[in-house]
């Protein structure tokens, strides 16, 4: 648990370093996600303490974001505001995109095994 | 006796303890009902939580910065959770490999809509210029919008903001969306959930499926990557407008 938690701190730490020494428009955490893909990748994968510790940090990934999503009561104002344009905003284009990307995938998939005959 | 009480909470409202305990308190109290309605999206655990905790520091007269100051701890766990999500990607690296032309589709379709489709519809219905822009990158994990709204003048905090809404709204509406258009392939529901709600969708998709909380965690990161791109670079365009 506590080895593979440091792990997962100096991959971050890594991936932190790198995106602001290069000035990369990425956040460290997922530059550092990608270098502990590319290690895994040639380490031939996660030992067992690594395995267990990223599953329980997975499994209440929810509860990581209530701290700022409990930040909507600094802009109740502006919400109050616009709450039209923003709700709808949000709502339409959640939606889009749910859309078209499934929609585009399952397109793609189907184009190369039909064989462009449509069925 | 009503001193002493009062005492003990100027203590506790000052000191990290609190927003601590009750962050994990909400939270628990929200999973529980989320599990008890058969993990129904419509009890959305993060929403629930939310607005207990929202409730809570009103009535309580409590500001955020001072519930953040306990909060934080939890809030810091997002940057090791996002590099552990390198491990369900690896576990899934074989379906991600045979599906490299529908995952690059997908993502830069997806990718454009979200940002495209939120701008225009808020200016359309009249929204000023900076809560247009502190839309553009709300598909994406917190820490890379707020980073991309400041860097093209939008409100980093309330770009916060709306990306968890449109993380609540993904989580909750994905399952309804998929359903009617018959999309049943756990990559796809996953990757589209990832692309349109980041961590909060890809957290529901891990609870649903492995291979699904996979395929968003790989959508989470590589639109969080493609938007911190092309955002910065179409935002002038979006903003005056073609038409």
């Keep these: 648990m506590l080895s593979a938690l440091t792990l997962l701190l100096i991959f971050q730490l890594l991936g932190e370093v790198i995106a602001r020494g290069l000035a990369l428009p990425v956040p460290g955490p997922v530059l550092g996600m990608l270098f502990l893909f590319a290690a895994l990748l040639i380490k031939g994968g996660p030992d067992k303490e ?19 999503g409990t930040g909507i009561m600094v802009h109740l104002h502006r919400v109050a505001d616009e709450w039209l344009p923003l709700l709808l905003s949000l709502l339409i284009s959640t939606l889009a995109t749910l859309v078209v990307t499934a929609l585009v995938m399952k397109l793609c998939q189907r184009a190369p095994s039909t064989g462009g005959v449509s069925s | 006796m009503t001193q002493e009480i009062s005492q003990i909470w100027v203590y506790l409202s000052a000191s990290p303890l609190l927003g601590l305990t009750v962050t994990l308190l909400a939270y628990q109290g929200a999973f529980w009902i989320y599990q008890r309605s058969g993990c129904n999206p419509l009890a959305n655990p993060v929403l629930i939580a939310v607005s207990a905790l929202v409730l809570f520091l009103t009535l309580t007269g409590t500001a955020y910065q001072t519930y953040f100051a306990g909060a934080q701890f939890v809030h810091f766990l997002l940057g090791p959770a996002t590099v552990a999500l390198a491990i369900p990607l690896y576990t899934q690296f074989k379906r991600v490999r045979s599906m490299l032309l529908p995952v690059a589709v997908g993502l830069l379709a997806g990718s454009l809509t979200a940002i495209v ?17 502190s839309l553009a990158p709300k598909s994406v994990t917190t820490p890379i919008a707020m980073g991309i709204a400041e860097r093209i003048g939008g409100i980093p905090s309330l770009t916060a903001v709306l990306v968890i809404v449109t993380g609540i709204l993904g989580a909750v509406g994905a399952r309804y969306v998929f359903d009617a258009m018959k999309v049943r392939d756990p990559a796809i529901r996953g990757f589209a959930i990832g692309i349109a709600s980041h961590g909060i969708g890809t957290a529901r998709a891990f609870q649903v499926n492995e291979q699904s909380g996979a395929f968003a965690a790989l959508a989470m990161g590589m639109n969080g990557v493609l938007t911190a791109l092309l955002v910065p670079a179409i935002a002038g365009w979006l903003i005056t407008g073609i038409g």
């Design chain 1, 50 to 68: 690594l395995q267990g510790t990223s599953q329980t940090l997975l499994q209440h990934l929810s509860l990581l974001f209530v701290p700022a």
């Design chain 2, 117 to 133: 489709s939120a701008v225009v519809v808020a200016r359309l219905l009249g929204a000023s210029t900076s809560t247009q822009l």
